[in-house]
């Protein structure tokens, strides 16, 4: 598993940036073995101001798994929170895809069976 974290107009101490990684790198037990050839790449930035909005940090990971690419974003007032809003996100985005896989294989077998007792 390969992690790269950006910060962008955003002065992030080590403390911060283990816990961004502890946090992140969460979803991928999901994966099982993919997780080893999956790419994690986070970019943490200051949030523009937008009206009167007190979220001043802007979370935004993209996870991509042989050619998958699973995104997600979050705007909270501190960085473990838009963390934890990220990490939710993308683990269920990975359930989401790892469903349909599922049930696309399901499908395919259930027609072969229908054509082997027709045929």
């Known amino acids: 598993m ?5 910060a962008t107009k955003y002065q992030l ?15 991928l037990r999901l994966l099982g073995e993919e997780g080893d050839r ?10 523009p101001a937008e009206g009167r ?10 996870l991509i798994i042989d050619g998958d690419v699973y995104h ?7 960085p473990e ?12 985005e990975i359930r989401h895809s790892r469903g349909r896989a599922r049930k696309l294989w399901k499908r395919g077998r259930t027609a072969i069976k229908q ?3 027709l045929g």
């Open 38 to 47: 999956a790419q994690l790449e986070i970019e943490i930035e200051e949030a």
């Open 115 to 117: 054509m082997l007792r």
């Open 81 to 92: 929170s838009a963390a934890d809003r990220v990490r939710s996100e993308l683990e269920a």
């Open 13 to 27: 101490s080590p403390a911060t940036e283990a816990l961004i990684e502890e946090k992140l790198a969460a979803p």
């Open 2 to 6: 390969n992690i790269t974290i950006k």
């Open 72 to 78: 997600a974003e979050a705007v909270k007032p501190t």
């Open 53 to 62: 909005s007190s979220e001043p940090c802007r979370l935004v990971a993209r």
